[in-house]
């Protein structure tokens, strides 16, 4: 089971870019990196996934280094809506849902 | 219509209740999983089901248990209701090849055992 660790709060302002890393050391050769964007009394929403390199789409992008044992969340240009929790999981998705741990997560808070 | 909905969305109830949380998804998809929140903290997971016939313990499944009626229904029953099952209740669904698209998740049932 791979743990993860990543910072339990963050600041930032309106236009900036902001990158959230989540570290991994234990991950195993199957898991994919899978990050996920929760506002308060909704759901968690899926943000992007990725299994090495970069990936980048139309909400995000995530850098993911050779040894995969770490990920970073990069959020270009946040406004105050962006202020949620992000939560960093990592695991195998053939067994989806048997090894996936959510943990404290980030707490993004966007200033004016 | 939202792709995965519960009912009801809040809750109140007494110690020693049975209640039924109800979910029902619109994707079309095999897996279905219920987790709880508690303030401050991450989701963890009570029960997970792959398929109509599959059933699995989550990490947190003493005084839970669920009924999967169909591909798109997952309920998750609180046999006898204590305070300390007061949380933030998420049903969720995923993709059949194992979650490329990660996880689709209800707006949550808010339940207060008093």
């Not at chain 2, 020693?16 to 989701?43: A, F, N, V």
């Not at chain 2, 009570?46 to 798109?72: L, P, T």
């Amino acid at each position: 089971l791979a743990k993860t660790t990543q910072p339990i709060s963050m600041d930032s302002y309106e236009g900036q870019e902001v990158n959230i890393t989540c570290s991994h050391n234990n991950i195993a050769t199957n898991d994919y990196i899978t990050w996920y964007q929760q506002f308060p009394s909704q759901g968690p929403r899926f943000i992007i996934q990725g299994y090495k390199t970069k990936v980048t789409n139309e909400v995000a992008s995530l850098f993911i280094p050779a040894d995969r044992k770490s990920s970073t969340l990069s959020l270009p240009r946040v406004s105050l809506s962006d202020t949620a929790v992000y939560y960093c999981l990592v695991g195998d998705n053939r067994n989806y849902g048997q090894n996936f741990v959510f943990g404290p997560g980030t707490r993004l808070s966007v200033l004016p | 219509d939202a792709d995965v909905t519960q009912t009801p969305r809040n809750r109140i109830t007494k110690t020693g209740k049975r209640i039924m949380l109800e979910c029902s998804q619109t994707k079309g998809h095999d897996r279905m999983y219920w987790y709880r929140q508690d303030p401050g903290l991450g989701l963890r997971l009570i029960y997970y089901s792959f398929d109509v016939k599959d059933i699995n313990k989550g990490e947190i499944s003493d005084g839970y248990s669920v009924s999967r009626q169909a591909q798109a229904k997952f309920s998750l029953s609180l046999e006898s209701a204590i305070p300390n099952q007061t949380a933030l209740y998420f049903c969720a669904t995923s993709d059949p090849d194992g979650g490329r698209n990660g996880y689709t998740f209800g707006s949550g049932t808010r339940l207060t055992v008093v």
